[in-house]
């Protein structure tokens, strides 16, 4: 039996990602639909509104067959670290192909930034453009110098997805499904608008029920990164050595220690220390990393140890048992791994918010089944 890999976050699962699993059944009928879910925290820096358990129940219910995990110490940084871990557990589990939404609908394109972003001559003029003061988007952008317009969120995250899939030398194809939403818009009205545009409106108290299915309204809390804003501010306050934490680099930690001072509110804190080269995204990554005391050397000390199964149908269980013969990864966690150790961690301070039940599910490692 052959597999199909999607990457999501599902914050939260709304109708866009239903149609994505719907065109991924359509594109490969009879083939397991493999899910790599990101957990509690995510890579823009935000705190799931979803937790992972809820959001492995409505992936089975919605069509999935498999869900794995994510690991937290990837799924919290840039997307070229999010992407090759995401890309390499796809990998162990035998995926033939990945299917992602894409503004472009261009995978020729894609291959071909992919190929580029990949040549010395490029990095280098990435350095430069730096250099000149201008921020890590514009300087990717002008370094690339096409005509195509390939700078839109899901395109970018799909040439991470490809350069992940040629390093690591997989024989994974990638599959583009056209993103029928605009990613950036905070005021369109059609029934499939982006996580972000939802989670607007769930700010601003206007209703989301056109946009999510009812699963996902009930399960849905209105939580935010905002509301660990006091724990962060304990940490930064009180932690005498904030630079040994991943991101935190160049001296910001300065920067922060001043800032925090004054701050009333998370936003207000961002907002005073972004600049063209700490983009918000980037400074909510840092506040998560310094609030879990991710070190700075996490990605040379850990590694995917293991695959930690969420939550299967019949047709994911019928694959992992035709595949467990061929897998060279332990699907069962390893408690003295650093990648439980702060799965584990992640787990508490989320629960520090969250009204369900974080650690009993965290801890039980009992997959969900769907019949």
């Known amino acids: 039996m052959e597999a199909v890999g999607i990457i999501c976050e599902y914050n939260p699962l709304h109708n866009g990602h239903i149609h994505h699993i719907k065109e991924a059944k359509k594109l490969f009928p009879g083939k397991a639909i493999i899910l790599v879910l990101n957990g509690y925290f995510l890579e823009r820096g935000e705190v799931s509104i979803l937790s992972k358990e809820n959001k492995t129940k409505l992936a089975l219910i919605y069509g999935v067959d498999l869900v794995v995990e994510l690991p937290f110490i990837y799924g919290t940084q840039s997307a070229d670290i999010f992407a090759d871990a995401a890309i390499k557990i796809l990998g162990y589990l ?13 995978v020729e394109i894609l291959e071909k930034v992919a190929a580029i972003e990949e040549s010395a001559e490029y990095n280098e003029k990435v350095k430069e453009l730096l250099a000149t003061g201008i921020n890590y988007p ?76 009812r699963k996902t309204l009930k399960l849905i809390e209105n939580i935010s990164l905002e509301n660990l804003f006091p724990f962060i501010k304990y940490k930064i306050l009180t932690d005498l050595d904030l630079s040994r934490y991943l991101t935190v680099d160049e001296g910001i930690e300065n920067r922060l220690k001043e ?20 983009t ?33 149908n019949k047709l994911g269980r019928n694959y992992l048992h035709e595949l467990k013969d061929d897998l060279e990864i332990s699907l069962v966690p390893i408690p003295n791994s650093l990648q ?23 801890k039980s490692n009992k997959p969900i089944f769907f019949e």
């Open 94 to 106: 035998g995926c033939s192909y990945l299917v992602f939404g894409s503004e472009s609908n261009n």
């Open 138 to 213: 514009t300087a990717l952008a002008k370094a690339l110098n096409i005509e195509e317009d390939i700078f839109n969120p899901n395109d970018l995250l799909g040439i991470s997805y490809i350069k992940a899939i040629k390093k690591n030398k997989l024989n994974i194809k990638p599959v583009t499904i056209k993103r029928t939403s605009d990613y950036h818009s905070t005021t369109e009205d059609d029934n499939i608008i982006s996580a972000s545009n939802i989670r607007n409106k769930l700010k601003n108290k206007e209703d989301i029920s056109n946009y999510v299915p």
């Open 259 to 278: 800032k925090i001072l004054e701050a009333k509110t998370l936003e207000d804190f961002i907002l005073s220390i972004k600049t063209k080269r700490y």
């Open 280 to 312: 918000y995204n980037k400074i909510s990554r840092m506040l998560v990393h310094i609030l879990t005391s991710l070190p700075k050397e996490i990605n040379k000390l850990a590694s995917i140890e293991y695959i930690k199964i969420l939550g299967f």
């Open 340 to 362: 439980y150790k702060y799965e584990i961690l992640a787990s508490h301070v989320y629960s520090l918010i969250s009204q369900n039940k974080i650690l009993l599910f965290e």
